[in-house]
């Protein structure tokens, strides 16, 4: 018994520091309409119109630092362009997948992470999986439509 509480205690100091709980969730919609009035909702229906805006919202137990993530985003077809990707953005060959890595600080408990819809990007189902190494910590299912 004496070997086996040293032996659990370093089996938790190893546990990652990307163990996170994530308490609540968000999926929000975002249209600015002029200069004075911007149309904020939580919604998994996003319409087909340049400019909108969608963002995924996780709240975690563990906020003291900064967050690595891994994002996952899957298209139903590829789009006609991804714009100028970042350095910690790739591109699957079949263009349909957005592979992000990105440090966030928690505000107020709360990571996020959005995208906008351009011109040539395809409507229908799209999806956003969120990863904290293997830990998958939210996955947002969404609706691109013309309305």
């Not at 990307?18 to 600015?32: C, E, G, P, R």
């Not at 149309?39 to 229906?45: A, C, H, I, P, R």
């Not at 891994?70 to 100028?84: D, K, M």
């Amino acid at each position: 018994m004496k070997r086996l509480l040293p032996v659990l205690s370093l089996i938790i100091l190893a546990q990652p520091a990307f163990a996170q709980t994530v308490t609540d969730s968000d999926f929000v919609l975002t249209i600015n309409e002029g200069s004075s009035n911007e149309v904020v909702e939580s919604t998994t229906l996003i319409p087909l119109l340049e400019g909108a805006c969608y963002e995924w919202r996780l709240k975690l137990t563990k906020t003291k630092d900064a967050v690595d993530i891994t994002e996952v985003f899957t298209l139903p077809s590829a789009p006609s362009g991804w714009g100028t990707p970042g350095d910690n953005v790739t591109i699957s060959e079949d263009m349909k997948t957005a592979t992000s890595t990105l440090s966030l600080v928690p505000e107020g408990g709360w990571i996020g992470h959005g995208w906008c819809v351009a011109e040539g990007d395809p409507a229908g189902g799209h999806t956003i999986v969120v990863k904290s190494g293997d830990k998958v910590l939210g996955e947002f299912p969404f609706v691109v439509e013309a309305m």
